[in-house]
């Protein structure tokens, strides 16, 4: 059967998602992002046919059963997921009145979302793999061709929104003008965390709650640092193109999103385990201080985006790194079609001031460098960055400018998750890290200058460490305990720098 398709893409999602240093309204904003494809698409369609109260799980709830073949049907949604949405038409007239709609309600409702559409009017459902080719095909070119104005513009005479670079021309309660995109994302934030806590309802049983105040994480006096941590599915893109039919889609979209929200769960069973039975979290001598919010404690995490495949949360600066091994860990232990997943992550530890958005940048590329090396070998790994220091510049600029020496590169990472049977296992970080607390302070502040200076005064540094009964920590089958480098890497540095951002009792 031919049929007219749209396929609609939510444009600059992470930009819509982080650009405020609001963490109510980053969660409002993903929040919004994801409804969009539920009330406001299930709206438009019912304007577009005359009254028409689509279901807009049903191809969640029965994704065997495609039901625009009935010969009554006249619409259906193929998909949902991945920041998309695929609707099929019978009617190809329907399909620039729904669009009409749907794009309205967006600049009513969420003003700010920017989106784009690819539409062919010859989709067929039995070359399904052919027909999804065109349809990115026609989106590439849309999404080239139109930029559309999504925001009311600025004149010189309007006020500036103190929290965004748009107009502000909406009142909230505090008696301050803001403009229309921070307005909407903040309206949604409790329904937002209320949301997420019924998900965890079970888990959470009454004693644990969520925050929206990124204040509220566990920070304390001289460790004022939050992690933003982003994870995504190793080659998920190509188990989707390798799709032959809407069911395999269909089927693969639900499966990826049930193993993402197991791994969640999981990671925040695992976390609240932690907090009940580990010193790290005692609230007298623990080295994390948990707030608490009508009567609950609140936990040190709060999930941002939790859709597919992709996952990104903020956390305490001293839990980033744990929780991204954690949730990788469990993630890996998911199958689908008898294939275990694997995935990737990179953690930005920023002062909890830090721009939201530049820290979730860094977090992005930091996966990204993670999944260059994984696709070698289709395994999980975890890169990190500290920004203590004002650095600025790309990712890569900071590395080769401040984490280079005349020996070699100071960065060892990304490290692997899923194997310790590797030079850059993530254990062997720990393991470091463990060892190095037990070596006096001044010590290990001094390697850390050493390793700024030439072999040659390293190697004299080691023998001095030796005298003194000081062995450095040691990656079995390695010389780095021995010489500080080898192949112009080392593993120091980095442990260093994450000696007061992994909690003793989480090594």
């Given at each position: 059967m031919t049929l007219s398709a749209v396929l609609i893409d939510t444009v600059s999602i992470q930009e819509y998602i982080f650009l405020s240093n609001k963490l109510k309204e980053n969660i409002g904003a993903s929040y919004i992002v994801e409804k969009i494809y539920e009330e406001v698409l299930k709206e438009a369609l019912k304007i577009t046919f005359d009254g028409f109260n689509i279901h807009i799980s049903d191809w969640k709830q029965t994704p065997n059963n495609i039901k625009i073949n009935n010969s009554k049907e006249e619409v259906e949604i193929g998909y949902v997921g991945g920041g998309n949405a695929l609707i099929l038409f019978k009617d190809q007239n329907k399909v620039a009145k729904f669009v009409q709609n749907y794009t309205k309600l967006l600049l009513k409702k969420t003003p700010g979302l920017k989106t784009a559409f690819g539409i062919i009017d010859d989709f067929d459902l039995g070359n399904f793999s052919n027909s999804m080719s065109k349809l990115h095909e026609s989106l590439r070119e849309n999404k080239n061709k139109y930029f559309p104005n999504v925001t009311l513009p600025k004149y010189g005479f309007t006020l500036d929104c103190p929290r965004t670079n748009e107009s502000a021309e909406s009142f909230i309660v505090d008696k301050k003008f803001i403009s229309s995109v921070a307005c909407s994302k903040l309206k949604f934030s409790d329904n937002a965390k209320d949301e997420m806590v019924n998900i965890l309802d079970d888990i959470l049983k009454n004693k644990y709650t969520l925050t929206n105040d990124v204040e509220k994480l566990g920070q304390t006096e001289g460790k004022d640092y939050i992690a933003i941590v982003h994870i995504d599915g190793n080659k998920m893109g190509e188990k989707f193109a390798n799709c032959t039919n809407l069911i395999e889609y269909r089927n693969l979209s639900i499966k990826v999103k049930e193993a993402t929200e197991t791994a969640f769960k999981n990671m925040i069973e695992i976390l609240i385990n932690q907090i009940e039975n580990n010193k790290t979290f005692d609230p007298k001598n623990g080295e994390l201080i948990l707030q608490r919010e009508n009567d609950k404690i609140i936990l040190p995490i709060r999930p941002i985006i939790l859709g597919?495949?992709?996952?990104?949360?903020?956390?305490?600066?001293?839990?980033?790194?744990?929780?991204?091994?954690?949730?990788?860990?469990?993630?890996?232990?998911?199958?689908?079609?008898?294939?275990?997943?694997?995935?990737?992550?990179?953690?930005?530890?920023?002062?909890?001031?830090?721009?939201?958005?530049?820290?979730?940048?860094?977090?992005?590329?930091?996966?990204?460098?993670?999944?260059?090396?994984?696709?070698?070998?289709?395994?999980?790994?975890?890169?990190?960055?500290?920004?203590?220091?004002?650095?600025?510049?790309?990712?890569?600029?900071?590395?080769?400018?401040?984490?280079?020496?005349?020996?070699?590169?100071?960065?060892?990472?990304?490290?692997?998750?899923?194997?310790?049977?590797?030079?850059?296992?993530?254990?062997?970080?720990?393991?470091?890290?463990?060892?190095?607390?037990n070596i006096p302070k001044n010590k290990v502040m001094k390697l850390r200058e050493i390793l700024f200076e030439d072999k040659d005064k390293a190697k004299i540094f080691v023998d001095e460490l030796k005298v003194k009964g000081i062995i450095l920590p040691q990656i079995s089958g390695m010389q780095y305990h021995r010489n500080l480098w080898q192949d112009e890497v080392t593993p120091y540095f980095d442990a260093i720098e994450l000696i007061d951002f992994y909690p003793e009792g989480l090594v």
């Open positions: 597919g495949d992709d996952v990104t949360f903020i956390s305490d600066g001293r839990l980033g790194i744990w929780l991204a091994e954690i949730f990788i860990k469990e993630f890996t232990k998911q199958s689908i079609n008898n294939e275990l997943l694997s995935a990737c992550g990179g953690v930005a530890i920023v002062k909890t001031k830090y721009p939201f958005y530049r820290a979730y940048i860094v977090a992005e590329d930091l996966t990204d460098r993670s999944k260059q090396i994984s696709r070698k070998e289709n395994s999980s790994y975890i890169d990190f960055f500290i920004s203590s220091s004002g650095w600025s510049g790309s990712l890569e600029d900071i590395f080769n400018k401040h984490l280079s020496t005349v020996n070699g590169n100071l960065h060892f990472g990304p490290y692997r998750v899923d194997s310790a049977n590797d030079e850059k296992a993530i254990d062997n970080l720990k393991n470091i890290i463990k060892e190095f607390k």
